[in-house]
């Protein structure tokens, strides 16, 4: 028998709601297999901050090192501003334990409407590779003269060559399964320093792997492409912020955010990933029941993909794919009217 | 007679191709108001990089300053390492004549078809208020440790009060005239110093502007939203990095990115503005002849009206309108056969 210990922190908004739906639908698709899920319950979130000053404890990421995965639901509300939210609590556990490749998929679902026109499934099918421990995402810099008329602001992005690599390889290797085509985001026309850099590791890196075409695009003119040509791309990297960016894009292609998962990898294994889907908490839909579980339940089947059961996460997707095929219990985003449980059943019944 | 001496830089690969086609529309509109232009060309490129190893003599903008605004075409070429070609020639225009508002025109024309579905003309009709001398494109920075396995590389952004502040109430001065509704673009959530900053100064001084409805989107689903509903924005304003971002991808929902124009202008007037088109020099499709001059016409028509031309400007809208709608000589990109001079000749006709 199979078990693994996982960390649960649904955070805030929406997150509260989606999170349980995505462990009935683990739950129900381990049971056939013999795999024994325990979940442990964290209620950390702005709420917490408000009671404590603190988006989590300070032994946090002690308690969070010994589990075997960590399974979140968004973070950031209201009342508290974005920065301190997601510093408090997403951006270290991806930090800390070296949770370096973010893995998006992107794929037009059967039954499900692209806002663009004319696009059949198959024609988005893609994976976004996004770095995501360094890049843009940083914490330093600061203000000088505050509050005065001279004010000036500094924000630091740092690229290692360490980090750079290895994110880039992870991409290479994803592409050699694949389709053998791999498409970089820059902008090394006008950030003088980091996409340059970027630009020579990618170059340096495709001499390994000589059987894979390589294209670069501006992040400007990439996401205008992402919009006129979504069936051109198949493996994407970019750096952290780039990558935010077209795994948001990219997925909007797709008929609706809400379903994108994000897997936060540490291939090394040596502290847990974390899986969440790519949407945020939404406050504007908060506590009305209409949000759609379906991103976090396809991060679960990543998650348990990670842990090594492919057999899981097949059924898991299989069980999506006939939902949203034949539009039974479809939340608003999709054009439904089911409420977040409603479309939660309709995926463990499938599975 | 109003007369204006006008600094031309075709630049590289289909600049050259488009910026005959955009001084041939300018000659035939002013000609009926008696306006005189004269033209300056300057050929200035990664051809003179390759032969000089600069993109423009060292007093190219001691020249450039004596005209009452500059043409440009389009800069970069393989060949020329992006981050040499541009901050050797378009960035330290834009900075040194103090062109700190790109003001960007997003619209979707009868007779062109978006790549979104379902969308007509009028529901693409917005306005990017780009921030162009400052923020994530900077040249501050380098590589520690070069060629070693311990390179760090460091990026720095710099917000200025005066940089930050400009722009933004620039855009609400625009909002303000049109259906008061302004977007601000952030990603105060990972960018732990700039974006809070650019956020609290739009709070700040939208204190000025009662009138004025203000939203904030992180960049990623800034993009998201564009795609799915690029009915709700009408006056955009962001960073240099994500007004870049959203102006290629506003254009791409229009059918084309071609049509776009960009208007680098300096409200002051202290200094040459500067006009383009949005595209860039497409190394793939320079001479060929099948470039789409409509960006860089509608470029032509902004220089006439920051020149004081509001007349000029209209008769070359209502040109474009015309030959769009009766889909007259309209280049591939927008679905013809037509090549440049024959979509210029279009112009000028309608003209
Ligand atoms: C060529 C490049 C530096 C430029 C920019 O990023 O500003 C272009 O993309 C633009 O939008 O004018
Ligand atoms: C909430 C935010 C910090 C986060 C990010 O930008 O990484 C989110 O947008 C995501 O994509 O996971």
Redesign the interface.
Known sequence: MREFNIAVIPGDGIGKEVIPEGIKALEAATAAFGIQLTFTWFDWSCETYHQTGKMMPDNGLEILKTFDAIYLGAV?FPGV???I???GLL?PIRREFDQYVNLRPVRLFEGL??????KAPGDIDFYVVRENVEG????I???QYPG???????????????GTDRIIKYAFELAQQRDKHLSSAT???????????WDSRVEAISADYPEVNVDHF????F???L??MPEFYDVIVGS??FG??L???G???TGT?AIAPSANINPDKTFPSMFEPVH?SAPDIAGQNIANPIGTVWAGAMMLQHLGCDDVHDVMMAAIEEVIQRQESLTRDMGGIASTQELGDAIVAAI
């Open positions: 950031g501003p974005d920065h939210s997601l510093w951006l409407a692209s806002p663009l026109a004319n843009e995402y940083s914490n810099g600061g203000v005065s008329d001279n004010e000036v602001v500094v924000q630091q992005s740092v690229f290692t060559r360490k902008k090394s026309n006008g950030l003088y320093h980091s996409m340059p850099y501006h992040i400007d003119i996401c205008a492409n919009v006129r952290n912020l935010d960016i795994s948001d894009l997925p909007a292609c955010i945020g």
